[in-house]
Structure formats: C-alpha cells, structure tokens
C-alpha cells in the first residue's frame, strides 16, 4: 500500500512539473510576442503574475529586465538582469541587455564593461558590437568606437545604416563636416528603419544651417505656383449687392539677402532685403510688388534668457500704383530650457498707411505668449495666446480680438518634415454695422499644413495648404478660402 502511494506521489509530481514547465514556457513565450507587438507594460503584467507562481525563476527575471528596458524603466530592467545573473541564467543571454540599459542611462563605463564581456563570450554578436561602438562615441573615444562599428557590420550587414549613422556622428562632434555628411547621406541610403533615417536626416539639416551660419550673408530665391478658391458661403443681406469671385491661379517669386554685421555667442543682428512679385488672375487682373526690409536683433541677457527684437518695413504696389505700405514692430522674451524648448513673451505693433484710400490708416497692437516644446525627434510642439487691437480712421473697422493657435513640425516619412497648424480667432468690432443695425463679429478658423524636402544643400521643395473660414453674425462678411501651394526654394 505504501509503494503504491509513493508511486502515485511520483507520478503527481512528475504531472505538476511538466504543468508548471509548460506554464512558464507559455508565460515566457506570451511575454515575448508582447514585446515584439511593443507592448511592454502587459509582458510585465504577465511575467510578475508568473513571478509569484515561482520567485527564484532566473528566466522569468531576464524577461522582466527585457520588458522594463523596452519600457524605458533601465533601473528596474537593471537590477532584474542582475537577479538573473545571479539565479546562473548564462551570462551571453544577459550581458548584452545590461550593457544597454547602462548605455540608455549614459553610465557608459559600466556599459563598456558589460560589452566587452559579451563580446568576448559570443565575437559573432554584432549587436554588441554596434553598441560598444556607440558606447565609445559617447565617451570620445572614437578610435575604439570606429574599430568597433567595423566589427559591428562585418558581424552582420544589416547594421550598415546605423554604422553610417554612428560614423557620422562621430564626425560631427570632431567637426569635419565633408566626412560626416558623406556618412550620414550614407546612412539614408543603407538604413531600414525609419529613426535611424531621420536622425541621419536632421544632422544633415544641422550641417547644412551651421554653415550657412558661418557666413556673414545669405542669399534666397523662391518660385511659387498658388491655386486660391475664394468662396462667400453664405448668401448675402438683402441690403447689400452679393459677390463672389472666381478660383484664382497666380505666381509668386521673391528675391532675398540678408548681411550679418555682429554674430557673436552674445548678440546676433541682421539686416535683410525681400522682394516679392505676385501676379494673379481672378475678376479683376492685378499685379502686387511687395518691398520688404527687416532688421532682426537677438541678444543673450544670460544663458538661457534672449531678448528679440525684428522691425519690418513692407511697401506695396497695385499695377504699379502705390497701394499701401507697414511699419511692425515685434519684441518678445524667449526663456529657454531643454533642447529647443522655450516659453515666449511676445508683443507686436502695426501701422498701416493706404496711399489708395487719402486718409485711411490703421494701428494693431498685439501681445501674446508661445511655450514651445522641443522633441527628441527634432520635432516641436507648440501653443500661442493672443491678445490684439486694430484702430482705423474709419470707425467701422476698430475691433478688439483673441486668438489661441496649436501646432507642431516633425520629420515625416523619414526625409520630409511635416507641420501641422490649426488655429481660432474671435473679434468684436466696436461700431454698429449701419447695414445689418448691430455690432460686427467674427469668428475666424484657420488650418494649413506643409510638407517640405531638402532636396540638396541649396535646394528645398514646399507643398503647402491653407485654409480660412470666417464666420461673422453679418452674413455679408462670411467667406471660405482654400489655397494651394507648391514652392521651389532656393538658399545659399
């Protein structure tokens, strides 16, 4: 009786064994597929779960480090890796992953450390390798750090984008531009994954402004085609005769230099030149020149705080009559913080004399704030608050307005970039409108997004489109407008 109850013991222990093993290799397989969907916090759910079941499991813990590490949680991830070492999961599993959360925590010598070991275990891994490279990058040892990014793509071929990268970086820092923009266009052409491109992409952007930075003037060109539906969507007040006009079709060109008589690290000014020619064709055919010139003035009050100011000056021309012509004034503010993050300050002031109409002139007054939010894509996001005030000599036209605008720019498709802007403004006349009987109010929606490519160190191309509502309680004042428009830009 005792041998049979000894066997069956046996045999429910061989039973609960075999249960668990498959449960953990479920467990560990689950979490797996979590991962490679990039669904870290329910593989760490999972594997916790399977943690309490059996708590001295070195597997479950290598996967939990894997799991905190693709969630950015590098100190959890580290200690797991740890308490998997030492529960003797083999090292050439765990090396690798702790020599990567060291590196995402910029503890580079630890990381090194834990490297060099994973190579020395298993020469043939070229992730370990393209990671050391990197490791040594950012310890400024680029020797070391080019030895083994060779290695890295020797071990496996597929590294060759990131290799392209990490060299060109490493060429960057030194400063010889040549070379790094020959490995990072390098690293376009070769890379498979879109961050790896990107990255490649606003270095070669940084490059390129550096240079032009490093110079005391800057010439421009630009030749734009422009499509504009002009639409009234609402019929017109009985008292007032209705119009509406026809899609527009123009071209727009301008000419622009700008000199730089002082560019130190403390203060930047610059005097520019625009030119603009506008020619469109709708009920009327008109032809507008636009003379442009401005003065922009930056100066560091200390490290992290500028004070801005930009004058414009624009005169119009309507089929060469004098049309109009603008004095603005623009100060602001701007604190900095990380990266290209900065909270602005900014204020704006407009006169406007109209040669066409004798007498008829108008004064806007702005102020308004801008936080900015720099991301790690080399992109940003931003939010602006407006606060204006338009006086004319015609009574009819003063009003009082908010504005509230949202946007942000970000690569797109990996050699683009992509800017994306909405915003809302409201505005309060201060005369009752002698046709309708009551006070004039707008409503004004804006849209516009565009998508631009360096197509060269010189050469960029703009597609662009803007879209403007106005929505106003005097219905003669509605009006829609859709407007299109393709650029070539030109910048040496």
Known sequence: MRKRDLFIAIICLILFAATYAVAQGDSLLKADELLKAGKPEQAIAGLQAALVAKPGDGKIYLALGKAYSQAGEHELAINHFKKAMSLRVPKKDILFELGH????????????????????????????????????????????????????????????????????????????????????????????????????????????????????????????????????????????????????????????????????????????????????????????????????????????????????????????????????????????????????????????????????????????????????????????FDLNKEDTRDDNFDYSGQSIFTGFDYPFFCTFRFALDAGYTSRLYEEVNAGAGEKRADKVKTAYFKIINEASDFVSVLLKYDYTFNDSNITFYDYKRNVVTFELRFLY
């Open 101 to 384: 959360s060291y590196a995402m925590l910029g503890y580079y010598d630890e990381a090194v450390v834990q490297l060099r070991q994973a190579v020395s275990i298993a020469p043939e891994d070229g992730a370990a390798y393209l990671e050391l490279g990197y490791c040594y990058f950012k310890q400024a040892k680029y020797k070391e750090a080019y030895a083994n990014l060779d290695k890295a793509v020797k071990a496996d071929a597929s590294f060759a984008g990131r290799v392209s990268l990490y060299k060109g970086l490493i060429q960057y820092e030194r400063k010889k531009y040549d070379e790094a923009l020959t490995a990072l266009k390098a690293a376009l052409s070769a890379a498979d994954d879109c961050a790896t491109r990107v990255s490649a992409r606003n270095y070669i952007s940084a490059i390129r402004s550096f240079r032009r930075g490093e110079r005391d003037y800057l010439i421009g060109a630009s030749l734009s085609f422009v499509y504009d539906d002009n639409v009234i969507t609402e019929p017109s007040l009985v008292t007032y005769t209705k119009a509406s006009e026809k899609e527009d079709a123009g071209v727009v060109a301008y000419v622009s230099a700008r000199y730089y008589p002082v560019k130190t690290n403390e203060s930047n000014l610059s005097v520019g030149y625009m030119y603009y020619q506008k020619t469109y064709q709708d009920l009327s055919e008109y032809d507008l020149k636009d003379h442009n010139a401005v003065l922009d003035y930056k100066v560091m009050l200390d490290k992290s705080t500028a004070l801005l100011l930009k004058y414009d000056y624009n005169y119009y021309y309507l089929d060469n009559d004098k049309y109009f012509q603008r004095n603005r004034v623009r100060p602001a503010i701007r604190l900095g913080g990380r990266k290209n993050s900065y909270f602005e300050i900014n204020a704006v002031a407009n006169y406007d004399d109209y040669f066409s109409q004798t007498g008829l002139s108008a004064r806007n007054f702005g102020v308004g704030i801008k936080p900015v939010v720099g991301l790690d894509s080399g992109g940003k996001f931003y939010v602006s």
